[in-house]
């Protein structure tokens, strides 16, 4: 089936929602995006304007495409202004309560055929999916960071997806140049089911003192030639992000092997949560 998606709703400007914008305005797409912060949408369309400096000043695109990428992305500082668009990505933060939130909000006012997809990193579609009104239409689609650069997307159905909303999706997803991963409705899919508890275990070796943060992130990128180390990786995700992913991985799996490590506790609990707020396990202020 040809890709019958014209135009890309996207809710969220956080470093996901903006990737997305930016991929998906490269592309050809109309995208609008809505967050509830103004400051957020603004320097949102900053970052996605000077990531889009640094593919021209590398030859990747030309001064003409940057512009015309950045003509096609409207800001909507109300989710109304997301009510035509034929596909919506849900890239908020990852909180089952918050997104549900948008749901209610969102479902109303967008057409009956639309898809609404969601970047969540690890929660169940299926249960997403049940809180709206067309679980037939909704589709996990998930990103990686950051989405200008990272290949692969992770295309997940719930159990009542439909096979035509799949096809649509995985059609909309070639269209961004990326290759698909197709995984099944399981905590935290592929990536993630295997990435953040690697991640976990880096953060148990410094809490256990068995090396510093240098010593890890060194021993990971010269050691098994990561392109970070995992300590960076993570205040790169974000160590709430981090934190939660490794939450549904314990409770939806029941195994402890998938414990947190109380420091990544300990961080997220100080406020530490890496690069977006300052601190992390490295010092960005
Ligand atoms: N947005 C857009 N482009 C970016 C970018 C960003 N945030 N960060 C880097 N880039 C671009 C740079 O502009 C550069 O492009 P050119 O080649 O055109 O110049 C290119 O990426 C390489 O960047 P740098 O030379 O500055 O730095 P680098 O070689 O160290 O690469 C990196 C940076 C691509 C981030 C690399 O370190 C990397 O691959 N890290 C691992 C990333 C990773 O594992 N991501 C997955 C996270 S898990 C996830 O996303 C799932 C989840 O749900 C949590």
Redesign the pocket.
Known sequence: MGNQIKSVGIVGAG?MGG?IA?VCAMAGYDVHIHDVSADGLQSMLA?ISG?LA??V??G?TTESDREAALARIALAPQIEGLAAMDLVIEAATEDETVKRKIYQQICPILNPEAILATNT??LSITRLASTTDRPERFIGI?????????KLVELVRGIATEDQTFQSARSFIETLDKTITVAEDFPAFI??RI??PMINEAIYTLYEGVGSVEAIDTAMKLGAN???GPLQ?AD??GLD??LS?MQVLHDGLSDSKYRPCPLLVKYVEAGWLGRKSGRGFYDYR
């Open positions: 470093q990737g930016h970052t990531n640094r593919q000043a590398s990747k990193s690890s998930h990103f990686m960071n950051p989405v200008p650069v990272m990536v993630n990435l953040l990561h392109p970070m990786l790169f995700i992000t981090c992913i």
